[in-house]
């Protein structure tokens, strides 16, 4: 089983940038595929972007070009950097992982985008 801690949300003005962090309990050595997800008020959790422990990215097409998900396996964390934020953007970011049969989720991070 895996812990994942998420930080880094806050509020932003439209145009601006943000970095959250997620820190994983155990070694990402171990772990395959992290992801980030976020969920918006009155809609359902989507996925954000994810990334292999190879490195291989995959993103939503809502935020490509936006976003960069980046994994430090020495540190335990996964970044994902946001820029160009936009207000539709304002969601709770969570860190994901599945490590069969479960899928492990953090506490999630609010990220506010004001207009």
């Known amino acids: 089983q895996v812990q994942l801690v998420e930080s880094g949300g806050g509020l932003v003005q439209a145009g601006g940038s943000l970095r959250l962090s997620c820190v994983a309990s155990?070694?990402?050595?171990?772990?395959?595929?992290m992801a980030w997800y976020r969920q918006a008020p009155g809609k359902q959790r989507e996925l954000v972007a994810a990334?292999?422990?190879?490195?291989?990215?995959n993103y939503a097409d809502s935020m490509k070009g936006r976003v960069t998900i980046s994994r430090d396996n020495f540190k335990n964390t996964v970044y994902l950097q946001m820029n160009n934020l936009k207000p539709e953007d304002t969601a709770v970011y969570y860190c994901?992982?599945?490590?069969?049969?479960?899928?492990?989720w953090g506490q999630g991070t609010q990220v506010t985008v004001s207009s």
């Open positions: 994901n992982t599945e490590l069969y049969p479960n899928n492990y």
């Open positions: 155990r070694s990402l050595f171990s772990i395959n595929t």
């Open positions: 990334i292999s422990r190879g490195g291989s990215t």
